[in-house]
């Protein structure tokens, strides 16, 4: 079994972007499995890097500002709030993230008069709490479209503004989970956050057509990943799938035959994460992605982690 030790290493803090570089600017890393070849290029690049019949998923949810700042009275050091399913029926009780620990039985206040009580510590790192809601009188994103900002990673040193709405979508955005440290020992015992998907019909037959033909399939992020990968069965069946719709918990890391996909096209990825684990199954193994590519982008000066540059792998 690999330690998540296996997984650490150190980025300085000026490689970690806090916003994105400007369009055109953004490097591209790309990993050649075949040739066992690592080239560095631009994005705006990307289409000479594809062949013709390449297939592309992305992940095509919108990112929700579904984060709020608490108000006075503040309970210890927690001053950040954020809906884990901010687009649920209106209902008293929830999951949140809050930036600290907070004790069963707290109360916290919240912008417009509501106020959320503390009924479980669920746990993880980030701290995910299970409580209750006061005072909503409405559907929850109504709420939230008034005053809730972009949820940014914990390495994103800075508030959210209006920028981080059109920048900080389904390219880079990820679910809260993705940020998380193994909290098991052993990479293999870890527990993966559960995420919810929707493949289209129109999607279904695409993908099933390019793998009857043989084409490529790159899913476009580690989301993307997980759902075809989960539905890799339905899409190699001998007709293409009915609409398809569940919850991606697959966990994938070294050593992984990917049953679908044959690139990924993702970002430089937070240490001991299962992001990261899934990206070095892509390449093939932990000591490639981490003692060579990972290394080679370091010594290249490429920009880390969501806002950072890409990586492709063909």
Same mark, same amino acid.
């Given at each position: 079994? #690999?330690?998540?030790?296996?997984?650490?290493?150190?980025?300085?803090?000026?490689?970690?972007?806090?916003?994105?570089?400007?369009?055109?600017?953004?490097?591209?890393?790309?990993?050649?499995?075949?040739?066992?070849?690592?080239?560095?290029?631009?994005?705006?690049?990307?289409?000479?890097?594809?062949?013709?019949?390449?297939?592309?998923?992305?992940?095509?949810?919108?990112?929700?500002?579904?984060?709020?700042? *608490? $108000?006075?009275?503040?309970?210890?050091?927690?001053?950040?709030?954020?809906?884990?399913?901010?687009?649920?029926?209106?209902?008293?009780?929830?999951?949140?993230?809050?930036?600290?620990?907070?004790?069963?039985?707290?109360?916290?206040?919240?912008?417009?008069?509501?106020?959320?009580?503390?009924?479980?510590?669920?746990?993880?790192?980030?701290?995910?709490?299970?409580?209750?809601l006061f005072g909503?009188?409405?559907?929850?994103?109504? %709420?939230?479209?008034?005053?809730?900002?972009?949820?940014?990673? +914990? %390495?994103?040193?800075? $508030?959210?503004?209006?920028?981080?709405?059109?920048?900080y979508q389904t390219?880079?955005?990820?679910?809260?989970?993705?940020?998380?440290?193994?909290?098991?020992?052993?990479?293999?015992?870890?527990?993966?956050?559960?995420?919810? %998907?929707?493949?289209?019909?129109?999607?279904?037959?695409?993908?099933?057509?390019?793998?009857?033909?043989?084409?490529?399939?790159?899913?476009?992020?580690?989301?993307?990943?997980?759902?075809?990968?989960?539905?890799?069965?339905?899409?190699?069946?001998?007709? +293409?799938?009915?609409?398809?719709?569940?919850?991606?918990?697959?966990?994938?890391?070294? +050593?992984?035959?990917?049953?679908?996909? #044959?690139?990924?096209?993702?970002?430089?990825?937070?240490?001991?994460?299962?992001?990261?684990?899934?990206?070095?199954?892509?390449?093939?193994?932990?000591?490639?992605?981490?003692?060579?590519?990972?290394?080679?982008?370091?010594?290249?000066?490429?920009?880390?982690?969501? %806002?950072?540059?890409?990586? *492709?792998? *063909?």
């Amino acid at each position: 079994m #690999s330690t998540k030790s296996l997984y650490d290493f150190t980025i300085d803090p000026e490689r970690i972007a806090q916003r994105p570089r400007a369009f055109g600017s953004q490097k591209l890393l790309v990993y050649h499995k075949q040739r066992d070849e690592i080239e560095h290029t631009t994005f705006e690049l990307l289409p000479q890097l594809l062949q013709p019949g390449d297939l592309l998923v992305l992940n095509d949810t919108q990112v929700v500002p579904a984060q709020v700042r *608490l $108000v006075e009275p503040i309970v210890g050091d927690c001053t950040s709030f954020l809906f884990l399913d901010p687009l649920c029926a209106v209902t008293t009780t929830m999951e949140v993230l809050l930036n600290t620990r907070v004790d069963v039985g707290s109360v916290l206040s919240l912008p417009g008069g509501l106020t959320f009580r503390v009924d479980e510590l669920v746990g993880g790192d980030p701290e995910v709490h299970r409580g209750s809601l006061f005072g909503l009188s409405g559907p929850l994103h109504e %709420y939230l479209a008034g005053i809730g900002e972009m949820p940014l990673p +914990p %390495y994103v040193a800075r $508030v959210p503004d209006k920028e981080d709405e059109k920048a900080y979508q389904t390219s880079v955005a990820q679910v809260p989970g993705t940020f998380r440290s193994f909290s098991t020992e052993f990479v293999e015992q870890h527990q993966m956050d559960r995420e919810r %998907y929707h493949v289209s019909v129109a999607a279904g037959a695409a993908i099933h057509q390019a793998l009857q033909e043989n084409r490529r399939v790159i899913a476009v992020g580690t989301t993307a990943t997980r759902v075809l990968e989960t539905c890799a069965d339905s899409f190699r069946a001998p007709t +293409p799938p009915a609409d398809l719709s569940g919850e991606a918990g697959i966990f994938i890391y070294p +050593p992984y035959e990917f049953k679908v996909l #044959s690139g990924l096209f993702t970002n430089f990825h937070y240490p001991k994460t299962s992001v990261l684990t899934l990206t070095a199954a892509m390449v093939g193994s932990r000591d490639l992605l981490i003692d060579r590519i990972y290394k080679e982008a370091l010594d290249r000066d490429y920009l880390w982690y969501s %806002y950072g540059d890409g990586m *492709l792998v *063909l």
